[in-house]
């Protein structure tokens, strides 16, 4: 089945066969995709795009491309557009990038951002090296909250 999964109001996520489904983006307004792997190809239409060559390996440095994908999302949002960020299954490596843009813009815990992909779209489940790098993401943008906080406070 081709569907797209809403986690807000502009943002989805997606396998590759749903992401290059014209019918389904031009229907939902998507206007930015960010494609989490390296073969994966871009839909047709003509949208913004983001690669992110990484393989669903527990190995791949997905960690350095969270701000990069988070901010591009906030980006399209704030500009009234609407994001859909996809890989082959739409299960791990969409589902670390997701979670990373709802810790870092909506400010959840690791747990409450992983939770929320989680009951819109049941299948995902980040790899074992993804978790430990979302992990880490959720403690650097603690340490920044501090030093925004203390900065601020001075």
């Not at 999964?5 to 590759?16: A, E, G, P, Q, Y």
């Not at 290059?20 to 792997?37: A, M, P, Q």
């Amino acid at each position: 089945m081709f569907q797209l999964c809403k986690l807000t109001d502009s943002l989805f996520i997606s396998n590759s066969r749903s992401a290059c489904d014209d019918k389904l983006l031009s229907g939902e307004g998507v206007t930015f995709c960010i494609n989490v792997s390296r073969q994966q190809p871009f839909p047709a239409l003509r949208v913004g795009t983001l690669r992110v060559p990484v393989f669903d390996d527990p190995a791949e440095n997905l960690f350095k491309y969270f701000d990069r994908c988070a901010d591009a999302i906030e980006g399209v949002n704030r500009e009234g557009g609407r994001t859909l960020v996809y890989c082959k299954n739409g299960r791990s490596r969409s589902a670390s990038i997701c979670t990373a843009y709802l810790m870092k813009y909506r400010c959840l815990s690791l747990r409450e951002a992983f939770e929320h992909v989680k009951s819109i779209r049941p299948t995902v489940e980040p790899n074992e090296g993804f978790w430990v790098q979302l992990q880490r993401y959720e403690g650097d943008l603690q340490s920044r909250q501090i030093g925004t906080n203390s900065s601020t406070n001075g």
